[in-house]
């Protein structure tokens, strides 16, 4: 059964690569980027939403696009971990022509391989870099190049917003919160949810960051916590250890940045009902005084029932409500992945997802020519039945006392702050930029 909202007329721009689903952190990891292949085949499966948006192959990001917020040796040092086919394609083309026609950042790339070759023994661990020091952050093959992916589509997903090829743009591949400017954390090496906002904010004055996934969206949240171009807005679990141990109700930024820092810190066993009521009340508070000119939306799906990691009881229908909802403000908005760990549920949640963006709300069983069919067993529905009889440790008392906390922080704050004229850029694209300069100079 399909159901159409009134508004299905706005753009979708839909980015994927079949190779982002291919890498793999290791057999016993839960991070499995399978998923997104899954969730991608049930949206060409369910056809009419495939049809309905222009889609876009990924691209890497280059590394001067990732060095807008990365440290430069913590990039140089992920470097070593590309992928063996990159590794013989960057060698085969760079070996092969004169220096003067390679492109830069290919050029950047061979000396990369190159330094590393020459290295009698690649180091594979790093304290500082808190790369492959941990089974939560392993080295793997391709790791860079899996980074580059995810990375290149979020930064393209604000290109298509920025160049108004698309009212809405997605990439389920990114949403990778925790990864800070020079640490891998949380099974996230580049933070691809930072670049895209610092893509939005050369022409945007505002931006809201929206966050469901189960675990704070740390990373996020750190990069912006002294600005107030920048909202970051997390709704997840806290406490009781649960990674990554911040987001409390009273982290609200520092300085500049005070008060647009906001935090919805909960309990395990969180449902639907309430939860879906405290995100509208919270969120529309948050769109009436802040007025954002564009939403990134982390759709982290471990916030679903019988996820693998989190502790919420969100039905694929209450996560999409949320979806829904920020999307029927009308502005920009931009959907990312994250987290979700039972990957055949984050596939049905993301596909569903997908349709809410096209205006189609979906609720029919899983296409049985789907490759990975049998994951859904089963009853091979899209909509799984999430558990019965679990504890909601949120009173609806304390739900409330959050409420009124974040509405008192979001009194302190100045009605959609703005800042100097400043220039739009010629081009979304690093080069571009100073082609059009050269060519101004030659002008004059």
């Known amino acids: 059964m399909i159901q159409t909202d009134s508004d299905s007329s706005r753009r979708v721009a839909y980015f994927y690569n079949r190779f982002i689903g291919k890498f793999q952190y290791g057999k016993e990891h839960p991070m499995k980027p399978k998923r997104i292949i899954m969730a991608h085949n049930l949206i060409v499966n369910y056809g009419y939403l495939f049809r309905q948006m222009d889609v876009y192959l990924i691209r890497e990001a280059q590394l001067q696009e990732i060095g807008k917020f990365h440290d430069p040796d913590y990039i ?15 060698k085969e083309y760079c070996s092969a022509n004169n220096e003067s026609v390679i492109p830069e950042n290919l050029l950047e790339e061979f000396k990369l391989i190159i330094k590393w070759s020459q290295q009698q023994k690649v180091k594979t661990e790093n304290s500082e870099f808190k790369v492959g020091d941990s089974p939560d952050n392993p080295t793997f093959s391709g790791l860079f190049s899996y980074c580059q992916l995810s990375s290149g589509a979020s930064i393209d997903c604000a290109h298509s917003i920025l160049t108004g090829q698309a009212d809405i743009a997605i990439n389920w591949s990114g949403g990778l919160h925790h990864a800070k400017k020079k640490e891998a954390s949380g099974f ?4 691809d949810i930072v670049l895209c906002i610092l893509e939005l904010l050369r ?3 505002r931006v809201l960051y929206v966050d469901i996934d189960c675990h704070h969206g740390d990373g996020v949240e750190e990069a912006f916590y002294l600005t107030n171009r920048v909202m970051t807005l997390s709704f997840h679990q806290y406490g009781d250890d649960f990674y990554p ?3 409390q109700l009273n982290s609200v930024g520092v300085g500049v940045g005070r008060y647009y820092s906001v935090n919805v810190p909960m309990k395990p066993g969180m ?3 309430p939860y879906i009521e405290m995100f509208k009340k919270i969120t529309s508070r948050v769109m009436q005084v802040y007025r954002p000119d564009c939403i990134v939306m982390q759709c982290g799906a471990d916030s679903l029932s019988l996820d693998k990691l989190g502790g919420f009881n969100l039905s694929i229908k209450g996560h999409g409500a949320c979806v829904e909802y920020m999307k029927s403000f009308g502005i920009p908005m931009i ?7 039972t990957i055949q549920n984050v596939s049905r949640c993301w596909a569903y997802e997908t349709g809410i963006a096209l205006g189609q709300q979906i609720d029919q069983a899983i296409p049985s020519n789907d490759i990975y069919y049998d994951y859904y067993s089963p009853d091979y529905l899209l909509h799984f039945p999430i558990k019965q009889n679990v504890e909601n440790r949120n009173k609806s008392e304390d739900l409330n006392k959050i409420v009124s906390t974040v509405y008192e922080y979001l009194s302190h704050i100045e009605n959609a702050p703005g800042i100097h004229f400043h220039d739009v850029p010629f081009s979304f694209y690093p080069d571009m ?3 059009n300069e050269d060519e101004n100079k030659e002008c004059t």
């Open 76 to 90: 140089i040092y992920l470097s070593q971990f590309m992928s063996q086919n990159k590794i013989n394609f960057v």
């Open 188 to 191: 996230c090496y580049i933070n």
């Open 203 to 205: 022409v945007y004055v």
């Open 245 to 247: 141990g911040t987001g």
């Open 271 to 273: 449902s639907d009902q």
């Open 335 to 341: 959907l990312l992945g994250g987290g979700g760990y």
């Open 433 to 435: 930029d100073d082609e």
